[in-house]
């Protein structure tokens, strides 16, 4: 199984079979990582251009360790320090990137398409690393992973997802992805920040957080978007912890292996308590851990077959043995 891709733009593209092949290459990664030697040579001379035009930590940091454990040559563009504050566009810095021979530009952007727009001007593939309030397809991926870990499927398992869902691509992209792979998304959160006619992706609107929990195999908190609301949207962090928060008290609804998760970066106390984040159930930690995995399964499933000399890899990296997937 392949995925016949240029580029990696958003979940909604991504078929069942594709999200399943990229989870299964993860599984693998993961091991790589897991082991004393970390770095392989299936992006031996090729270059990962990282460029990010919002702030990020984990999406940013883990995508360029995937790139170098891949054995590519990777640089993190200071999108305030190029020539992006001069004026130049998206487009034409894009354009030049792409002329200084990148095989991969992963671009996170405040506007939504914008990824969309760069990969129709460039041979380079791209990736998405969060787009606006529309996709952000890398975190999706690493979520199902986590989920899929320990469940070993996502079919009918259901996942609550919590807080700022107006303004959330993470949301978006694991609705779709979870409708896709068979799970039952269902959401809540202020009324004032839950999108019209969401229930058309599939996802279910539950009347209350209690309602929202009961019986859920996963609980996702998501972070509250401050940047991204133009004017108050609900009176105070206290009360939003109050009415919207996820405590030890609504997890109790909750299945008992319930895995409680967290895109980051989480606003302790707000969104969970810090009870919660560092709680038995959390795998916040293990979905940052995934994160890496699952962009290096991306990367290579992108650009690295080809650069893949040994004929056994190249036909099938899941099949083998890990020790084989060293070079
Ligand atoms: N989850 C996520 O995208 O985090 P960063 O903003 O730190 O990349």
Redesign the pocket.
């Known amino acids: 199984m392949n995925i016949n891709k240029k580029d990696i733009l958003g979940i909604a593209e991504l078929s069942r079979e594709e999200i399943t092949t990229i989870l299964d290459t993860a599984a693998v990664m993961k091991k790589i990582i897991q082991g004393d030697n970390k770095k392989t040579n299936y992006l031996r001379g090729k270059t990962v251009l990282i460029l990010f035009y919002?702030?990020?930590?984990?999406?940013?940091v883990s995508f360029e360790l995937a790139a170098k454990y891949m054995g590519a040559d990777t640089i993190n563009i200071n999108v305030s320090a190029s020539s992006v504050a001069k004026g130049e566009t998206l487009v034409d810095t894009g354009k030049t990137l792409n002329s200084m021979g990148a095989d991969v530009i992963v671009i996170?952007h405040g506007m939504s398409g914008a990824p969309h727009l760069l990969a129709k001007h460039v041979n380079a593939s791209v990736i998405n690393?969060?787009d606006g309030m529309h996709e952000?397809p890398t975190?999706a991926l690493l979520d199902m992973f986590t989920i899929r870990e320990y469940y070993k499927t996502l079919n009918g398992l259901k996942v609550a997802i919590i807080g700022d869902i107006f303004h959330s691509r993470?949301a978006r992209s694991n609705i779709i992805g979870l409708v896709e792979m068979g799970a039952k998304p269902v959401i809540f959160g202020p009324s004032t920040l839950m999108p019209s006619e969401i229930e058309k992706m599939g996802a279910e609107i539950a009347p209350t957080i209690n309602d929202a929990i009961r019986e859920a195999d996963v609980v996702m908190g998501l972070?509250m978007q401050l940047e991204r609301q133009k004017s108050a949207l609900f009176p105070s962090k206290s009360e939003y912890a109050k009415f919207f928060g996820i405590n030890h008290a609504n997890l109790s609804l909750a299945k008992k292996h319930s895995l409680w998760m967290h895109?980051?970066?989480v606003n302790r106390g707000v969104e969970m308590t810090s009870g919660v984040i560092d709680g038995i159930n959390s795998v916040i930690n293990e979905q940052v851990t995934n994160g890496v995995a699952v962009r290096m399964a991306l990367l290579y499933l992108l650009a690295g077959r080809e650069s893949c000399r040994d004929v056994k890899q190249r036909a099938n990296i899941i099949s083998l043995p890990v020790q084989e997937v060293y070079v």
Do not use: K, L
């Open positions: 919002e702030n990020s930590t984990r999406t940013r996170r690393a969060g952000h975190q993470v972070r895109p980051g970066p």
